[in-house]
Every structure is written in structure tokens, then in C-alpha cells.
């Protein structure tokens, strides 16, 4: 393959794919099309922005007539989709923006891709990147498998099933080549802080509250985003036709728990005395519908492709923790203006 249409590659997850195939495939042009809504930064990039082999187009997947002329001038063999709306607080309080961009977007590139590729699909691909939460919530045991029902509750988990049958309903009925993946909790560089891990990084960098929501013994399976990128490199190119795979981080934590391993690990950073950010943790009115617990079980992309995490979740942290340390200019940039709106509105905290 070569020429590779990423979305979202300004975003969190995207910008380590889109680093990791400029850089691994010296050979591919990757095109970046992303909208740089609030989520998505550019500043992501800038160690790769100037590689020959990596453009950038700032377009809306929702923008019908723009996907395709982006489509037939680019040519693309392949799709990595990953633009969406990704928040699911966001989600309850602007529903249909997921349901713009993630359902009628994600069917405007399916069309733009079987528009260009017509019936043949040789060397071609759509590869849809997901999530673990189109399955529901687990109780105390199990795990999501690949053949778990869907049962979203969120109108973000929802947004994301329903562009999942999409996907599938385009191998289906026109054969369209696809793979999907549904990943668990990703964490790492570049994480917009609206979600758990950097927000908690951010506060305690500032002595802010620490917003748990409800008694926070809520559970979640955290992946380092690199190993993510690594899984979408190998599924991309090795998974089979029409299937999907599962991609977790073997690494359940309940949220109060992992709020106070931050809370240790940014005090010995900080040199702040032992047990000093702890005492900012303030539990919050909960997240309605929120889902208790989710459970990955990657045994088939193990099995069949021989992909398992290779960041620790003390690496991953640690690093994680570096990163935010050495880039606060970039925090500090995505922190002023509407976040601030936004945090007063989702939070009432001073
Ligand atoms: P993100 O919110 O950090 O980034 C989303 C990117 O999409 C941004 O760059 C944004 O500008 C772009 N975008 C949004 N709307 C767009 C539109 N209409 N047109 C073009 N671009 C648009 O999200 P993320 O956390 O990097 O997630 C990426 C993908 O991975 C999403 O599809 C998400 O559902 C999925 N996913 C995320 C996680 C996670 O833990 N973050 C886990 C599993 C799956
Ligand atoms: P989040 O990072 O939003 O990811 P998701 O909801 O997609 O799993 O939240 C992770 C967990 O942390 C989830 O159980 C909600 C909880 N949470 C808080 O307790 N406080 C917060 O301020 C945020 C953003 C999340």
C-alpha cells in the first residue's frame, strides 16, 4: 500500500499513528485529514510535519462534496479512521454532535472510499478504529470478547456502535474491505485533559480539586497509547478481511485507586510532601449512566497477529508523567480559552 488517508491524526491516539506510519513506512504518503476541532492540535505533529512522505489537509469527514473530492484527488489505498467526537461527558450534554460526526461522517468516508475504489478492492482497505464501550458495562468479572453483543449507554458508546454496523454493513452489502478495532483506555502523551488521567496530572500540577465521580470504584482497562498505534500498524496490515479485534492493556483499575497512584507518583515528582495531592481529591456528583467496568480479552489479536502490550503501566505512567512535566507550554495552550468554559460547566468546583 501506499498512499494512507489517517483522520483524526491531529488528535490524541491519531497523532501517535500518524508519527508511527510516517516513520515506519518511509515508502507511504500519509495524509492527515482532521478537522483541529478543540480536540485536535497540531503542535502534536511537529516532530513529523516536515517529513516528505506526511501532508496535512484540514477537512470535515461530515463535509460530503469535500471527503470526496479529497478522495479522487488523493487516491487513497488505505483508511485509518479515527476522527470523532471521543468524550463521553461531552456526549451527554451534545449528543448530536457524535451523531454528526461519528455516525454521518464515518458513512460519508465509507461512501467516499467506495466511490473511488469502485469494485476493486484489491490491496485496498478501511480500517475503523473503536472502542471498547460499544459493549457495554461488565459487573465484577468477565471480559468483552470479539463476539460480545453490543450494548452501548452512553450517546458517545452509541454513536460509536452505531458507525461500527456501518462498517459492517459496507463489507456486507458492497464488500468493502474493512477491519475494525475496539481498544480499551488509552493514556499517554498528548491526551487532551478533559479525560481522567490528564485532567488529574493538570490538577494536581496546579493544586486543583481532583474530580472523582461518584464513589470512583469504577473500572477501566488501561493501554499506553503507543502500544495502541503499534496494534492499529499490525491489524492494518496483517488482520483479516472483514473481521475485528479486540486491543487491551491487560491493566483493570478501579479510578480512585489509579487517582491515587497519580497523586504518589506526581508528589515524589513535585517534591511535594507524601499524601500532599491526595488531599485534593473531591468526589463529585456522578456521571449519569455511567458504565461500571470494562474488560478487554486480546487473545485473538495475540493469537493471530502476536501483538500484547510492551509498556508496563508504571513505564507508562511514568513517562506520561514526564511528558506533561516537560510540555506544560502545550498543556497551557489547550487549557486557556473554551476548555476553561467547559470545566466550569462540567465542573462545580472552584
Ligand atoms: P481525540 O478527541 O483526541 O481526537 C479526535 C480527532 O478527530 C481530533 O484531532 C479532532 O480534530 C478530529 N475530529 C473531530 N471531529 C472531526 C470531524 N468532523 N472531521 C475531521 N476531524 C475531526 O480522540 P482520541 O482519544 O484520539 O480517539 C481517536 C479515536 O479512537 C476515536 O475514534 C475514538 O472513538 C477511538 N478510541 C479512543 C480511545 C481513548 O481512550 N481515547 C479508546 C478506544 C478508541
Ligand atoms: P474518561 O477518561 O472520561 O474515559 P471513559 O469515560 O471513556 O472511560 O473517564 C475514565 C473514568 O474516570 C470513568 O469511569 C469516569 C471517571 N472520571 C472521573 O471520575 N472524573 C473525571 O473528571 C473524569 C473526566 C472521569
Redesign the pocket.
Known amino acids: 500500500m501506499k498512499k494512507i488517508i489517517i483522520?483524526?491524526?491531529?488528535?490524541?491516539?491519531?497523532?501517535h499513528v500518524v508519527r508511527r506510519f510516517v516513520k515506519q513506512y518511509p515508502e507511504y504518503t500519509i495524509l492527515n485529514?482532521?478537522?483541529?476541532?478543540?480536540?485536535?492540535?497540531l503542535e502534536n505533529l511537529k516532530d513529523v510535519e516536515t517529513s516528505p512522505n506526511y501532508q496535512f489537509i484540514k477537512?470535515?469527514?461530515?463535509?460530503e462534496q469535500h471527503i470526496n473530492r479529497i478522495f479522487s484527488d488523493f487516491r487513497p489505498d488505505g483508511i485509518i479512521?479515527?476522527?470523532?467526537?471521543?468524550?463521553v461527558d461531552r456526549s451527554i450534554t451534545s449528543p448530536l454532535d457524535f451523531v454528526?460526526?461519528?455516525v454521518v461522517?464515518t458513512v460519508n468516508l465509507l461512501n467516499a472510499a467506495k466511490n473511488i475504489w469502485k469494485e476493486d478492492f484489491k490491496g485496498k482497505r478501511f480500517h475503523h478504529?473503536?472502542?471498547?464501550?460499544v459493549y457495554g458495562a461488565l459487573g465484577k468479572t468477565g471480559f468483552f470478547t470479539e463476539d460480545t453483543r453490543y450494548d452501548p449507554h452512553s450517546p458517545?458508546s452509541a454513536s460509536?456502535a452505531s458507525s461500527d454496523h456501518f462498517v459492517r454493513a459496507y463489507a456486507d452489502t458492497y464488500d468493502l474491505p474493512i477491519v475494525i478495532?475496539?481498544?480499551?483506555?488509552?493514556?499517554g502523551p498528548?491526551?487532551?485533559p478533559e479525560?481522567l488521567i490528564p485532567l488529574m496530572i493538570h490538577n494536581i500540577i496546579h493544586h486543583k480539586p481532583l474530580p472523582v465521580y461518584g464513589d470512583g470504584n469504577y473500572t477501566r482497562d488501561w493501554?499506553y497509547?503507543v502500544d495502541?498505534a503499534v496494534a492499529i500498524d499490525l491489524v492494518f496490515h496483517h488482520g483479516k478481511n472483514k473481521e475485528n479485534y479486540n486491543?487491551g492493556g491487560f491493566n483493570e483499575w478501579k479510578n480512585i485507586d489509579l487517582v491515587h497512584v497519580l497523586c504518589n507518583l506526581m508528589d515524589k515528582k513535585l517534591e511535594r510532601p507524601e499524601g500532599e495531592s491526595a488531599k485534593l481529591i473531591t468526589f463529585v456528583k456522578d456521571r449519569p449512566g455511567h458504565d461500571l467496568r470494562y474488560a478487554i480479552d486480546a487473545t485473538k489479536i495475540n493469537k493471530e497477529l502476536g501483538w500484547k502490550p510492551s509498556v508496563t503501566f508504571e513505564e507508562g505512567l511514568a513517562k506520561t508523567i514526564d511528558w506533561y512535566m516537560e510540555n506544560q507550554e502545550w498543556l497551557n495552550h489547550v487549557t486557556s480559552g473554551a476548555y476553561q468554559k467547559y470545566y466550569e460547566e462540567q465542573y462545580d468546583l472552584k
Open positions: 483522520t483524526g491524526g491531529a488528535g490524541f491516539i491519531g497523532s485529514l482532521d478537522a483541529l476541532t478543540y480536540a485536535g492540535n477537512a470535515d469527514i461530515t463535509d479512521h479515527l476522527a470523532a467526537e471521543s468524550h454528526k460526526t461519528n461522517g478504529v473503536s472502542t471498547d464501550e458517545y460509536k478495532t475496539n481498544c480499551s483506555n488509552n493514556y498528548n491526551h487532551f479525560k493501554l497509547v495502541h486491543i
